[in-house]
C-alpha cells in the first residue's frame, strides 16, 4: 500500500494522523486542506476506522460514497436519507422529491407569488416575506399552520404568499 501521507509537510502529517474525535483546520485557499482531510481519512481506514461512520465536512465536494461534502451537501443528503421520518404537526408528511433553493432562487419565487397576487412589493418588500416565512419554518410550521395563526390582513396576504 502506498504512504498515504507522502507529500503533506510536517503539520499536515500531524493532522492527519490524528485519528481520534474532531478535527478543525483552518487554512488559507489552496494550502492542501482537503489534501489532508482527504488524507486522514485514509489513514483513519487503514487503521481499522468504518468508511461509513465518518462524516467529513469541507468546502469541496469530493468523494460520493462517503460522508464528505459541504455542510449544505451533506445536510441534504441526511434528509433525503431520514426525511420519511419526519412530519409536520398538521400531518403532512414529506418525501425525498424536494430542491433546496438558494437566496437568489427563493427571492424570485416570493417575488413571483407577490406579483401573481396583485399585492404591493412596496408593502410585501420580498426580503421581509421571505424572512417571515423563514421564521415560519423555523418553528416548524407549514404554510396551513401559519395562515391558520394569521389574523391580520398582511398576515393573511403573506400566507398565501407562502
Request: proline share 1%; aromatic share 10%.
Amino acid at each position: 500500500m502506498e504512504n498515504i501521507l507522502e507529500g503533506l509537510n510536517a503539520e499536515q502529517q500531524e493532522a492527519a494522523q490524528t485519528t481520534k474525535g474532531a478535527l478543525l483546520i483552518l487554512a488559507g485557499a489552496g494550502s492542501g486542506k482537503t489534501k489532508v482531510l482527504t488524507s486522514r481519512i485514509a489513514y483513519m481506514i487503514q487503521h481499522g476506522a468504518v468508511a461509513g461512520k465518518i462524516l467529513a465536512v469541507t468546502f469541496t465536494n469530493t468523494v460520493k460514497y462517503m460522508w464528505v461534502g459541504t455542510f449544505h451537501s451533506i445536510c441534504g443528503r441526511i434528509l433525503r436519507q431520514d426525511i420519511e421520518h419526519y412530519a409536520f404537526q398538521t400531518g403532512k408528511s414529506l418525501d425525498k422529491n424536494f430542491t433546496i433553493y438558494d437566496e437568489t432562487d427563493s427571492l424570485a419565487v416570493i417575488k413571483q407569488a407577490i406579483k401573481k397576487i396583485n399585492l404591493d412589493d412596496k408593502i410585501y418588500a420580498p426580503k421581509l416575506v421571505k424572512a417571515i416565512i423563514s421564521n415560519a419554518k423555523n418553528k416548524m410550521q407549514d404554510a396551513y399552520t401559519f395562515a391558520t395563526f394569521a389574523r391580520d390582513f398582511k398576515s393573511q396576504n403573506i400566507a398565501i404568499c407562502f
